[in-house]
């Protein structure tokens, strides 16, 4: 009989509990071969903890690493903002301005904008348990809306053509453009202001002719939003806040 070979099963991914500041943190394990060394990240909107390791050597010491680095996941998790639900007396951005939900009768619609003096409104009208839905509703076609307008300004102008455009909701970028010329938007960019909007809009659509990030790129982007420098700053700066609203899960 032929003997076979006992192969060790490689495992890719595994989650994990690490003791921090006296509660229990998930740490979520990965191997990832193109990474140079063990690495401990924290998602700065969700405080995610992961650990990424280069080979499965590593993979089997990933969580004593992690623990080694207790005190600088417990200073990251602190800084993770709180999120907010989208329900009445919620508070925020809509096109870069804050607006406070608050109640609405029905006869006007399902969620409409109101303003009293200096303090802008959003009005949700029906049963308080449809509110966080009927208002997340409100902002996906509010950034569909504008995003489809946007680019359609920006192809015409350009004198490209796109194929179709997505909105959805995206972690680790704002826009996208495919070889295909399909257009991706995360719906989060209706609570910023309008030009870092317009940026992430005019920065997809010049990809559509030039696939790079070269000198003839950035004039096209020039050439639409004028310097891309102020909205790239709010975006470093801010951006990771978007992601309070509405949190998935």
């Known amino acids: 009989m032929r003997r076979m070979k006992a192969t060790r099963k490689v495992q890719a991914a595994r ?3 690490l003791k921090i500041d006296g509660r229990a943190v998930e740490v979520n394990v990965r191997l990832n071969p193109r990474a140079r060394r063990l690495i401990v990240k924290v998602h700065p909107t969700t405080g995610e903890v992961s650990v990424v390791a280069p080979s499965q050597r590593a993979l089997d010491r990933a969580l004593d690493f992690a623990r080694g680095h207790s005190d600088w996941i417990a200073r990251q998790i602190a800084h993770v903002p709180l999120p907010v639900v989208l329900n009445v007396g919620a508070r925020l951005p809509f096109r870069g301005h804050e607006h406070v939900v608050r109640e609405g009768e029905s006869g006007h619609g399902t969620v409409w904008l109101e303003a009293d003096g200096d303090t802008r409104i959003i009005r949700v009208a029906g049963h308080r348990e449809h509110h966080p839905r009927r208002l997340l509703d409100f902002l996906k076609r509010e950034a ?6 946007r680019t359609l300004e920006f192809t015409a102008r350009l004198g490209v053509r796109h194929k179709h455009i ?5 972690a680790s970028r704002w826009g996208s453009c495919s070889a295909a010329r399909s257009l991706s938007f995360s719906w989060r960019l209706i609570l910023a202001p309008p030009f870092v909007l317009d940026y992430v809009v005019a920065h ?31 975006l470093r700066d801010h951006g990771a806040a978007l992601h309070r609203y509405a949190p998935k899960g």
């Open 204 to 234: 997809e659509v010049a990809h559509i002719r030039e696939m790079n990030h070269g000198a003839g790129f950035w004039r096209l982007v020039r050439d639409l939003v004028g310097d891309p420098r102020k909205p790239q700053s709010w």
């Open 144 to 149: 569909r809306k504008e995003l489809e307008a």
């Open 15 to 17: 989650r994990e509990l």
């Open 166 to 170: 997505t909105v959805r909701d995206t």
